[in-house]
């Protein structure tokens, strides 16, 4: 037990030593060579320092001149330190002298400066957001250099330069109240760039081919993804090929602050998305609405067709077999003999039998009507549930994440009524051919029979 | 003419407030107005000639007992009041209809005020004032145009029942 620890310890330590030292780098047959090769690479060791040490003894006169030479470096430099130190006061002074004297000579001029620089950052703000930019990308430039300029210590404005901003101002106070045509590069919604006639209203809103245009923050011209409704594009155009007069037109009242009208349209679905927002509920809405109409067309064809024969076979006195009362009276001319109630069944019975042909349809079609309003409502009861499980996982706190749950919610509401709607005014009026037939089947079919009779 | 032009305006305004649906509804009242104008004329005018001929025919008859002449006076009945009823069930469903087209409106004002909302997020009371305009109009056209064909869904109604029941009143069999 004992020397079983003892060679632990022994191997640990023997594996300590040969990571150290190099001359243990072949491994050691037995522990008992292990121990030798560590006292070999002792002895190397240990030669080795002494050699180190003579090397720094034999240094150490060396390093004596080293200090005394950069003792003498020092005092060189302090000595220049202290001249530049007074040259710097000096000119202190001066520059102190100098402004001074530029104070005394601007005198009223600085108060001028002082509103011509604001003057021309008001502008630079208000040519970054202005339209007219469009027409003028360039006006940029020079309010940047003079608004540097200004702001520089050592530079005045020039007289050219004054009158320039003075200029730049009037331009935009004129040309944000006229309507111009010009020139420029448009970016259509494909990526195309084309070369178009553009149409600037004021400060209000650019348009080009009755289609709106927005720019962006480096004046470029880009084409609304989603332009405004078809009437306000042809007010545009119509705009764009008047010379002279009035010419309506509709203003996004935004334009001068960026146009945010114009940018929220294009956040606010069309009509194929919102569709597409009433989701699964949607869809079978939809899916029913489509199966009513054409069961409706398809039923009025049917009675349509239906109702001629009948008119057919009310002016023809022989019974005609291709429609319900040419049938119900054939069952009249066979029971000739009998007597009147007992016709009177038979006819009944006959009527009874056509009844079911006539009115197919028609119940599944009051059915659809009735039902697609409670799909729709359905379907907006199911988009709230969504809508406030999830305020319930992220809180209430963004109302817009809400307000557009439930506004695609309602569509499936919309879907359904616009799917009731017709279907109600289908079945009316198929139900209204259908009762025709059903009315002179019942109510006077009998009396045919007794005219055609007395007609003979 | 100033007044006129004021009214158009008016009129225009207030299509426009109210959203597309309003002009459905305008549409659907004025086809339904049509309808019972053209049932009150019928009343007054065609049905008397119309009773009259049915009147005439079963008078000419020589004999008026018999199950024959029982079942021709029937279809007879059945040929003037199926003229009658023409059109009634097309003016009730429009009545049925004008409330339907109403909440059409005030779902898509509200999916608009909604919308407003989820760009703005609320913060513009304004923009969402046109959505509830757009929301609150066509329900009140729509109750209003229901309305207006209750009243005269109901009267005519009334008026055919009668007019049925005096036409078999006329056509008497006792001599």
């Known amino acids: ?456 | 003419m100033h007044a006129l032009i004021d009214a158009w305006a008016a009129v225009n305004a207030f299509m426009a407030s109210g959203g597309p649906v309003l002009f459905l509804i305008a549409g659907l009242t004025f086809f339904m107005w049509t309808l019972i104008f053209e049932r009150v004329f019928y009343f007054n005018k065609a049905l008397k000639s119309d009773v009259q001929g049915a009147v005439d025919q079963w008078e000419e008859r020589s004999e008026r007992k018999s199950w024959a002449s029982h079942q021709i006076r029937y279809a007879m009945i059945s040929r003037v009041s199926e003229k009658i009823q023409d059109n009634m069930d097309m003016i009730q469903a429009c009545v049925a209809l004008a409330p339907l087209f109403g909440l059409l409106g005030t779902v898509w004002g509200m999916i608009n005020v909604f919308d407003v909302l989820a760009i703005t997020g609320g913060g513009d009371a304004k923009q969402m004032a046109s959505g509830v305009s757009m929301a609150t109009i066509p329900t009140m056209a729509g109750m209003v145009a229901a309305l207006s064909g209750v009243f005269a869904n109901t009267y005519l109604a009334r008026k055919a029942e009668r007019e049925t029941q005096l036409l078999e009143d006329h056509l008497t069999m006792d001599h």
């Open chain 1, 1 to 456: 037990m004992k020397s079983s620890i003892a060679k632990r310890v022994l191997v640990a330590a023997a594996a300590g030593l040969i990571s150290f030292s190099a001359v243990a780098q072949e491994k050691a047959a037995s522990l008992d060579d292990l121990l030798k090769m560590v006292q070999q690479s002792k002895v190397a060791e240990s030669k080795e320092h002494k050699q180190r040490e003579a090397e720094f003894r034999r240094q150490k006169a060396n390093q004596q001149s080293l200090l005394k030479k950069a003792k003498d470096t020092r005092t060189a430099e302090e000595k220049r330190s202290a001249e530049l130190e007074k040259k710097y006061q000096e000119q202190e002074v001066a520059v102190d002298q100098k402004r001074q004297q530029l104070d005394e000579r601007l005198g009223s001029l600085k108060e001028l400066f002082g509103h011509m620089s604001s003057t021309a950052a008001d502008l630079r703000s208000n040519i970054g957001s202005s339209l007219v930019s469009a027409q003028y990308p360039n006006r940029t430039e020079f309010i940047d250099g003079l608004l540097a300029k200004m702001n520089s210590a050592t530079k005045l404005p020039t007289i050219e330069e004054i009158e320039r901003l003075w200029f730049e101002v009037q331009r935009e106070t004129l040309e944000s109240g006229k309507v111009v045509k010009f020139n420029a590069t448009v970016i259509k919604p494909n990526g195309e760039q084309a070369q178009q006639e553009v149409v600037r209203v004021g400060n209000f809103n650019l348009v080009s081919n009755g289609k709106y245009l927005e720019m962006n923050d480096a004046y470029q011209l880009a084409e609304l993804i989603r332009q405004p409704d078809a009437s306000f594009q042809k007010m545009a155009e119509g705009l764009q090929a008047s010379t002279a007069g009035f010419s309506a037109f509709g203003v996004d009242p935004t334009g001068p602050t960026g146009g945010s009208y114009l940018k929220a349209m294009i956040n606010s679905p069309d009509i194929v998305e919102r569709w597409h927002q009433g989701d699964i509920v949607g869809y079978i809405i939809t899916a029913v609405g489509v199966f009513a109409m054409l069961l409706a067309i398809f039923r009025l064809i049917v009675l349509t067709g239906v109702s001629a024969k009948v008119n057919a076979q009310l002016r023809s006195s022989t019974p005609n077999t291709n429609n319900p009362l040419g049938r119900v009276l054939a069952v009249a001319e066979e029971n000739k003999g009998v007597d009147g109630e007992t016709l009177e069944l038979k006819m009944e019975e006959a009527v009874l039998k056509e009844r079911p042909a006539i009115e197919s349809g028609l119940n599944l079609l009051k059915i659809i009507a009735m039902v697609a309003p409670l799909l729709g409502l359905l379907g907006t009861v199911t988009g709230m549930i969504v809508t406030f499980q999830a305020i319930t996982i992220f809180g209430a706190g963004d109302p817009k994440a809400m307000a557009g749950g439930i506004s695609s919610a309602l569509i499936t509401t919309v879907l359904g009524l616009c799917v009731a709607i017709p279907t109600v005014l289908m079945h009316t009026i198929v139900n209204a051919r259908a009762k025709r037939v059903l009315h002179i089947l019942e109510e006077q079919s009998a009396g045919i029979v007794a005219e055609n009779a007395e007609r003979k």
